[in-house]
């Protein structure tokens, strides 16, 4: 019997959400869990790689989405050996969004990293991870990096 049945893998290209993707992946595959790749586009700040944040800016909305869809295929989901994962794109406050997109999709289990792209984000705010893993609607999983040796 599979432990969980729908996964949701957060991933904002840090190295933490690497992580967080590697994990999702072994576990959709140890539970032949769907899985999904959600991407929020930060509606105030879009980050592109590649892309300084002003140049980001300029890019109108389909821009952006097609930008966002090939960086997540080309990091992501051409990782996965050919196991089936959908892709998925938001735009607004990431932890809404997170938390929206579980409740709608009926995840039972996010995985996502305990830090992202913006570290003082963590301080000034209050970190996605927390927010999403204190109101998620399913089980939480927050991976952290692998110390390196």
């Given at each position: 019997m599979s432990l969980y049945r729908h996964i949701v893998c957060c991933?904002?290209?840090?190295?933490?959400?690497?992580?967080?993707?590697?994990?999702?992946?072994?576990?959709?595959?140890d539970n032949q869990a769907q899985l999904?790749?959600?991407?929020?586009?930060?509606?105030?700040?879009?980050?592109?790689?590649?892309?300084?944040?002003?140049?980001?800016?300029?890019?109108?909305?389909d821009e952006l989405k097609q930008r966002l869809g090939q960086e997540m295929r080309e990091r992501y989901l051409e990782q996965t050996?050919?196991?089936p994962a959908q892709v998925r794109l938001r735009r607004g406050m990431p932890s809404i969004e997170i938390l929206d997109e579980l409740k709608e999709s009926r995840a039972d289990l996010v995985v996502l990293g305990a830090e992202g792209l913006s570290g003082v984000g963590?301080?000034?705010?209050?970190?996605?991870?927390?927010?999403v893993s204190r109101r998620a609607?399913?089980?939480?999983?927050?991976?952290?990096?692998?110390?390196?040796?």
């Open positions: 991933l904002d290209f840090s190295e933490h959400s690497t992580e967080a993707f590697d994990t999702a992946l072994g576990l959709a595959r999904s790749l959600l991407h929020v586009v930060h509606s105030g700040a879009p980050a592109v790689p590649g892309e300084s944040p002003r140049s980001a800016r300029r890019l109108s909305k050996g050919g196991y963590l301080v000034l705010l209050g970190s996605t991870a927390e927010r609607p399913c089980a939480c999983l927050v991976v952290r990096t692998r110390a390196r040796e």
